[in-house]
T-cell receptor, first 111, second 116 residues
Framework: DAGITQSPRYKITETGRQVTLMCHQTWSHSYMFWYRQDLGHGLRLIYYSAAADITDKGEVPDGYVVSRSKTENFPLTLESATRSQTSVYFC??????????FGPGTRLTVL | AQKITQTQPGMFVQEKEAVTLDCTYDTSDPSYGLFWYKQPSSGEMIFLIYQGSYDQQNATEGRYSLNFQKARKSANLVISASQLGDSAMYFCAMRPEVRGSEKLVFGKGTKLTVNP
């Protein structure tokens, strides 16, 4: 089915572990985004990508790494998870104008 | 830098009435898009409506319309004939449509409650 998917939908991990959140879109959108949503902060941009192999930092990039070797995938890695990274993570994709459309989100808990 | 302001943390409306959710923005980019999203209690982010900064007419999508006043830098969402299912968080967002500056920035949201 066409659309944008995220996996896993729920993840519990421990402090210090590496975690990778996956995002896949089937629209061939150029742009992809990662956001985190926390109470009191709304949605904050972590990283975004304008095309394969082009990424840029958002508002809160520290502690996160992204890559985009293929247009359709945009994984987000927490290199050494901390409790402050407990959040709901949303991936989104769009063309230059219009969109963006969001995935269903990943709820991450870091113990 | 772009900034989105939603000054209403919460709004209440009676079923079948219209409601306006406020959004003001600040940007120096010449071309940009304005968006509204709905987030029900189930958590997904649902795209509602888009307005381009050079569009002459206000955008409409069914019961949703965007009251775009460029000089005042406002992009208010109007929901007509409210339904109980409209109860949700609503986020205003803006994105420059200039290559090299395509970050989508969100306001903090307004919680809408529709009363029967």
């Amino acid at each position: 089915d066409a659309g944008i998917t995220q996996s896993p939908r729920y993840k519990i991990t421990e402090t210090g572990r590496q975690v990778t959140l996956m995002c896949h879109q089937t629209w061939s959108h150029s742009y992809m985004f990662w956001y985190r949503q926390d109470l009191g902060h709304g949605l904050r941009l972590i990283y975004y990508s304008a095309a394969a192999d082009i990424t840029d930092k958002g508002e809160v990039p520290d502690g996160y790494v992204v890559s985009r070797s293929k247009t359709e995938n945009f994984p987000l890695t927490l290199e050494s998870a901390t409790r402050s990274q407990t959040s709901v993570y949303f991936c989104a994709s769009s063309a230059l104008a219009g969109g963006p459309f969001f995935g269903p989100g990943t709820r991450l808990t870091v113990l | 830098a772009q900034k989105i302001t939603q000054t209403q943390p919460g709004m209440f409306v009676q079923e079948k009435e219209a409601v306006t959710l406020d959004c003001t923005y600040d940007t120096s980019d010449p071309s940009y898009g304005l968006f509204w999203y709905k987030q029900p209690s189930s958590g997904e982010m649902i795209f509602l409506i888009y307005q381009g900064s050079y569009d002459q007419q206000n955008a409409t999508e069914g019961r949703y319309s965007l009251n775009f006043q460029k000089a005042r830098k406002s992009a208010n969402l109007v929901i007509s004939a409210s339904q109980l299912g409209d109860s949700a968080m609503y986020f205003c967002a803006m994105r420059p449509e200039v290559r090299g500056s395509e970050k989508l920035v969100f306001g903090k949201g307004t919680k809408l409650t529709v009363n029967p």
